[in-house]
């Protein structure tokens, strides 16, 4: 059964957006999750170095990476996929970037430089580095946090294989972001997600059953491994043009499970379905294979198609409206390329008619909402203030340099008071379904910002950079 996500109808409310300005501040965003010791070229400057030890318990070093949301975990399968997601974007928009693009990279760099730490022992894949328990009992800055720094591993006794695949994934389209500028590294990137690759296809299982309660419910894998799987060679066929993943992707395709057929509309960071059918619909023997379920994902979301199966309401969670909308008009690009419409039952789909869609939905997100607001914080005149995040929640070190202890950061949890730190291009998860938002840290589901709701909007922002009247 197919996923029903909220996807917004949007009010004509404000004016014209500037999507340059939120672009350039949807990649800050991600200076503000970096872990580790940051650069001297770091730009939100009230985040100073963290996690400085991570992985030294076991003689591996797993220093740097993003942490995922509000909290002080590092969860390598969500970390992964707004690593693929932000490589897509370059790889398909980096000339409409302009200049941030190279902001861009480096956003991605900070995670491959970790992923190639956490896959650096053989047969091992490190998932996830913290104790998400007693990390999430504590209200503390990165820069002070003393809970466990538990490294969690997957292995060939205790697979986790859409951990694995995904960054695989991860690794082989940021290859392909690198292979002009750093050929060398990219060819490190890429030698790398081929052997992540083998591991996570030969010993396969998911991660739910080997890690346990350490993953889930923070980021259980509801949809199998088998798409990420794919979703792998996927990217490594992009990166190599060989026909062993190529082969790999018709054969799992073509003899997959009917639960991967039937989520054929479904993308983030635990579905990849829609993701692989839009990237490969561009032509070549074996597109049949995709274009149905490419143009079957269009007539889901469209509301004026006959088949259209997404629920709409007023409000949502971003996630899927940045994932959705970015899908929409890679796809709207390809159709143009390939001189197609979309045909849903008796309405006909224009390439034009996908990207006005997901216009409306980066308009609803940068304000143009009935309560004229925008979800990215920094950018408008009224945006969040009080979202779930620690770091953005408690005193910089600089205005606070004693340490923070777990329970020390309530009375700021607690507060009335907007944060004091903006953690500038920071996407929120939005309103409820009746166009509310709340604006309260307590309320986690609409106030804190996570990787994987910014990572998609970085592309859908840089094509709108460059195409104002679309």
């Known amino acids: 059964m197919v996923l029903v996500v909220g996807v917004m109808m949007v009010m004509n409310v404000g004016s014209a957006h500037d999507y340059a300005e939120a672009l350039s501040k949807s990649i800050l965003f991600f200076e503000g999750q970096r872990s580790g010791k940051l650069p001297p070229t770091q730009r939100m400057t009230w985040r100073k170095d963290s996690a400085l030890h991570d992985g030294s ?23 992964a996929f707004s690593t693929t997601m932000l490589a897509w974007s370059v790889l398909e928009y980096s000339k409409a970037m302009g200049p941030e693009a190279d902001h861009a990279r480096e956003a991605i760099r900070w995670a491959t430089d970790y992923f190639l730490k956490a896959t650096s022992r053989p047969g091992v894949v490190f998932a996830q580095v913290g104790e998400p328990y007693k990390d999430h009992n504590c209200w503390e800055r990165p820069e002070d946090m003393d809970t466990p720094r538990t490294a969690y ?107 991967y ?10 579905s990849k379905n829609a993701g692989i059918n839009v990237l490969f619909s561009k032509g070549g023997p074996y597109s049949s294979l995709f274009l149905p379920n490419a143009d079957r994902f269009v007539c889901t979301i469209l509301p004026e198609s ?13 996630q899927h409206a940045t ?14 390329h390939e001189n197609r419409t979309v045909q849903c039952d008796n309405v006909v789909a224009r390439p ?59 009375p700021y949890f607690d507060s009335k008071s907007p944060n ?11 309103p409820d ?27 859908v922002l840089a094509y709108f950079k460059s195409h104002h009247k679309a």
């Open 323 to 336: 994932a959705l909308s970015y899908l929409l008009i890679v796809y709207a690009k390809y159709l143009n």
């Open 153 to 259: 591993s997957v292995s060939r006794q205790l697979p986790g294989s859409e951990v694995s695949a995904e960054i695989a994934a991860a690794l082989a389209s940021s290859s392909l972001v690198f292979r002009q500028v750093d050929p060398a590294y990219a060819k490190t990137l890429l030698d790398r997600a081929k052997s992540v690759f083998e591991f996570a296809n030969t010993y396969r299982g998911s991660y739910n059953t080997s890690l346990g309660r350490i993953v889930c419910p923070f980021y259980c894998n509801f949809g199998g491994y088998e798409d990420e799987l794919i979703w792998g060679a996927a990217w490594l066929f992009q990166a190599t043009k060989t026909s062993y993943y190529w082969d790999y992707v018709v054969q799992n395709v073509r003899g997959s499970s009917s639960s």
């Open 420 to 430: 004091p730190n903006v953690l500038t291009g920071a996407i929120v998860g939005g």
């Open 261 to 270: 057929a039937a989520n054929f509309a479904e993308f983030g960071w635990d």
């Open 57 to 79: 318990d076991i003689g591996v070093d797993l220093v740097g990476g993003y942490y995922d949301a509000g909290d002080n975990v590092k969860f390598n399968f969500p970390m």
């Open 352 to 410: 034009q008619r996908l990207i006005q869609f997901a216009k409306s939905q980066v308009d609803y997100i940068l304000g143009s909402n009935p309560l004229g607001m925008s979800y990215m914080v920094g950018y408008g005149n009224k945006f969040p203030q009080k979202i779930h995040h620690r770091g953005s929640t408690l005193p910089s070190i600089k205005k606070h340099p004693k340490k923070l202890g777990c329970q020390d950061g309530k």
């Open 306 to 318: 006959p088949t259209k199966s997404v629920k709409y309401s007023p409000g949502s969670n971003l």
């Open 433 to 459: 379904i009746k166009d509310q938002y709340s604006d309260s840290r307590l309320d986690f589901t609409q106030s804190e910002p996570t990787t994987y709701i910014n990572a998609p909007f970085v592309g």
